[in-house]
């Protein structure tokens, strides 16, 4: 009994040790996770954080993908979020870079006194940018062209004028919005561009979340939406 007693202390230190390790490495494994989601966003959406010209529903939508992921990481995320850095430039294959560092508490008093309490958890992730232009290629528009007559006393005239088509983003949340039907519904909307899936696809799932509004007027042959679950 007195070994036992003895020993139980550093006994029980060693074990919360042990599930203080193990907590704080499945918070970072987590956080690496929740920084490549981040990471790949930024790269496929680098606009949304022009200086001037904002794109807040981009932007929201990054917020509400990090707090998403990062609802089972047992470790205080900052407040507000870092937004992504364009280290060097927004061109495509320029890395979009995240970098978030969250505050992880420790149930082991001595550890804690010795490494800090919280504990700085850091993870940074790199996706190389896949939206844009590349520059020294011309881009193509898709146009479509209005033709008005008119008749004086002297004649007729003829003009054409020329706009971006546009076209309506259709809301992938209200049925059918299963992954499966998504592009069907966006093609059919006149988008040319791809629906991007966050996550990737198989398996299939209900879609409760998209990047871009329903019902929003913007050009069928530039624009990409992001849906998730």
């Not at 707090?67 to 280290?87: E, K, R, S």
């Not at 996706?127 to 479509?144: K, M, N």
Request: aromatic share 6%; with cysteine.
């Amino acid at each position: 009994m007195v070994e036992f007693a003895l020993t139980l202390p550093l006994l029980l230190l060693l074990l919360l040790f042990g599930l203080d390790f193990g907590r704080a490495f499945l918070g970072w494994v987590n956080l690496n996770n929740t920084v490549r989601i981040a990471s790949n966003f930024a790269s496929l959406n680098p606009n949304a954080w022009n200086v001037g010209s904002p794109d807040a529903v981009a932007q929201a939508e990054y917020v509400r993908l990090i707090q998403a992921d990062a609802a089972g990481i047992n470790c205080a995320m900052p407040n507000p979020l870092p937004p992504p850095t364009f280290p060097i430039g927004k061109d495509i294959g320029s890395p979009a870079h995240v970098v978030i560092t969250c505050d992880f508490s420790l149930i082991t008093p001595l550890i804690g006194d010795i490494l800090g309490d919280p504990l700085p958890v850091t993870a940074s992730a790199a996706f190389p940018i896949r939206s844009g232009a590349i520059l020294g290629v011309p881009v193509q528009t898709t146009t479509v062209t209005s033709t008005s007559t008119s008749t004086t006393t002297t004649g007729t005239t003829t003009s054409s004028t020329s706009t971006t088509a546009m076209c309506t983003v259709p809301d992938f949340t209200a049925n059918p919005k299963n992954t499966s039907q998504a592009p069907a519904k966006w093609s059919d909307a006149g988008f040319t561009t791809n629906v991007i899936f966050d996550p990737l696809v198989p398996p299939n799932y209900n879609i409760e979340a998209q990047s871009l509004s329903a019902g929003a007027l913007l050009p069928c042959d530039s624009t990409s939406v992001t849906v998730s679950p």
